[in-house]
């Protein structure tokens, strides 16, 4: 059955660490996305991916970076972790651009800045 | 501007009861509308969505959802709650809110408890 992955599923990290989160995913879907999710806020969009070589900034974007080598991956990428990162990233794929097109979720990772 | 509102973050229901969680969009064209839940340590899944057609729409584990564009709400609703339906329930919506671009813009989420 094709699913969507993440790994690590829980990470510490200290302040000023470069952590990089695995999304991957085996759908074929053309499209994928990134976000974080905090109490009081729902889920919030980080990075998204249209396709491979595609990046495209969400609405809580700095301070992360991603890259789109292939179709089934979208690594998300913190340059340097700061404690307000601390938070639980969702990463999802859909298929197309279609406005209607459902997005499917993986488990989620949860990351802790220390 | 928020473009999806849930009223309540929290809603309580004993077993067997009702369950009614509210969502209202802001826009001046119907916007695509989903409902997705997320069981505690879990991903989010697809509980039913709105495009196009019929307005009351069937999902899964028994829950359906109105699209009324006169009140600009899509509630989602159950029958009789189930204990295993304790979870957290996003509205979403995507089409002209989110620039057409197949993004999903998330309500903050309720949280249902059900008691026994």
């Known amino acids: 059955d094709a699913e969507i992955t993440q790994s690590p599923r829980h990470k510490i990290t200290e302040t000023g660490r470069q952590v990089t989160l695995a999304c991957h995913q085996t759908w074929n879907h053309n499209n994928m996305f990134w976000y974080r999710q905090d109490l009081g806020h729902g889920l919030r969009l980080i990075h998204y991916s249209y396709g491979v070589q595609d990046t495209n900034k969400g609405e809580v974007s700095d301070g992360y970076s991603v890259s789109r080598s292939n179709t089934e991956d979208l690594p998300l990428t913190l340059e340097s972790a700061a404690s307000s990162q601390t938070s639980v990233y969702f990463c999802?794929?859909?298929?197309?651009?279609?406005?209607?097109?459902?997005?499917?979720f993986g488990p989620g990772t949860r990351l802790t800045v220390l | 501007a928020q473009s999806v509102t849930q009223l309540g973050s929290h809603v309580s229901v004993s077993e067997g009861a009702l369950v009614l969680l509210r969502c209202n969009y802001s826009?001046?064209?119907?916007?695509?509308l989903f409902w997705y839940v997320q069981y505690p340590n879990q991903g989010l899944q697809l509980l039913l969505k709105y495009t196009t057609g019929a307005t009351l729409v069937k999902g899964i584990n028994g829950f359906e959802a109105e699209f009324k564009k006169s009140e600009t709400s899509f509630h989602l609703t159950k029958p009789s709650a189930h204990m295993s339906d304790a979870a957290e329930y996003f509205c979403a919506v995507s089409g002209q809110l989110s620039g057409n671009t197949g993004k999903l813009i998330f309500g903050q989420g309720t949280t249902l408890q059900v008691k026994p």
């Open positions: 999802a794929s859909s298929r197309d651009r279609a406005v209607a097109d459902t997005q499917y």
């Open positions: 826009s001046s064209v119907p916007p695509y």
